[in-house]
């Protein structure tokens, strides 16, 4: 509580230390749709050493992020973990665990490489591209089915698209155009595991033009197309696609 807010849309990992006061405010009329892993502070400590030594003098305070970016292949990862233990009615447990571990190192890697790019900047200047770049978020976030523009989002934002553009490229790493589409993306998996829907109005509802469109976006962020998590969700096919996924 106190610090920067942070809209937690599916491009973004929130990490908590434990005993971590927060707050959380509701964004969307869709909800809040999140799954929460813990670790135990040992594990935390050795994943976090190769990029921060220094977690060894903290170990009640391992993070010193408050959040990191979710690349398509960790929130696939997350994903698989998650069908797994919903679906199969004797989870196997080594396989959730090696999972879940791997997506840590992965969440942890992203989070140091992207804050180690960030330019140095006065506080102030730093503090309204961050305002900048999450109200921008809050806004895909809310909107991410419709045909959004760059127009819109910098009048929404109170900026020029040139420089909104050139703020959001520098603090996520990310293209708007690409931040969207990885939004879409993440929110379609959770529609694809649940039976009833064709893959085509799923495609369409989220703002792709078409069936083709849609799965050829899915299987270059993902490695296999929608139909094949859409076949077997558990059980072998999910360990057949983890293996797109080496860490």
């Given at each position: 509580?106190?610090?920067?807010?942070?809209?937690?849309?599916?491009?973004?990992?929130?990490?908590?230390?434990?005993?971590?006061?927060?707050?959380?405010?509701k964004?969307?009329?869709?909800?809040?749709?999140?799954?929460?892993?813990?670790f135990?502070?040992?594990?935390?400590?050795?994943a976090?050493?190769?990029?921060?030594?220094?977690?060894?003098?903290?170990?009640?305070?391992?993070?010193?992020?408050?959040?990191?970016p979710?690349?398509?292949?960790?929130?696939?990862?997350?994903?698989?973990?998650?069908?797994?233990?919903?679906?199969s009615?004797?989870?196997?447990?080594?396989?959730?665990?090696?999972?879940?571990?791997?997506?840590?190192?992965?969440?942890?890697?992203?989070?140091?490489?992207?804050?180690?790019?960030?330019?140095?900047?006065r506080?102030?200047?730093r503090?309204?591209?961050i305002?900048?770049?999450?109200?921008a978020?809050?806004?895909?976030?809310?909107?991410?089915?419709?045909?959004?523009?760059?127009?819109?989002?910098?009048?929404?934002?109170?900026?020029?698209?040139?420089?909104?553009?050139?703020?959001?490229?520098?603090?996520?790493?990310?293209?708007?155009?690409?931040?969207?589409?990885?939004?879409?993306?993440?929110?379609?998996?959770?529609?694809?595991a649940?039976?009833?829907?064709?893959?085509?109005?799923?495609?369409?509802?989220?703002?792709?033009?078409?069936?083709?469109?849609?799965?050829?976006?899915?299987?270059?962020?993902?490695?296999?197309?929608?139909?094949?998590?859409?076949?077997?969700?558990?059980?072998?096919?999910?360990?057949?696609?983890?293996?797109?996924?080496?860490?």
């Open positions: 509580m106190g610090k920067q807010p942070v809209v937690a849309d599916p491009n973004v990992v929130m990490l908590y230390n434990q005993g971590q006061v927060y707050s959380r405010s964004l969307s009329e869709r909800g809040d749709i999140c799954d929460w892993f813990s135990h502070p040992k594990t935390l400590v050795q976090t050493r190769p990029f921060d030594p220094t977690v060894d003098e903290r170990w009640d305070n391992p993070f010193r992020f408050s959040h990191g979710s690349d398509p292949e960790t929130y696939l990862l997350q994903r698989l973990a998650i069908q797994h233990v919903r679906h009615k004797r989870p196997d447990t080594l396989f959730v665990e090696e999972t879940m571990l791997a997506v840590l190192e992965r969440v942890l890697r992203n989070t140091y490489h992207l804050n180690n790019k960030m330019p140095s900047k506080p102030d200047t503090q309204a591209h305002e900048l770049v999450e109200a978020k809050a806004y895909i976030a809310t909107r991410f089915d419709e045909p959004l523009t760059v127009d819109n989002i910098a009048e929404a934002t109170f900026s020029s698209p040139f420089h909104l553009c050139r703020i959001f490229r520098q603090q996520t790493g990310k293209t708007i155009h690409h931040y969207l589409n990885q939004v879409r993306l993440k929110a379609s998996l959770e529609y694809i649940e039976p009833g829907t064709s893959l085509t109005d799923i495609g369409l509802a989220l703002g792709y033009t078409s069936h083709s469109h849609f799965t050829k976006a899915f299987r270059k962020a993902f490695g296999a197309p929608p139909s094949t998590l859409r076949a077997n969700p558990s059980g072998s096919q999910i360990r057949e696609m983890s293996k797109i996924l080496t860490v």
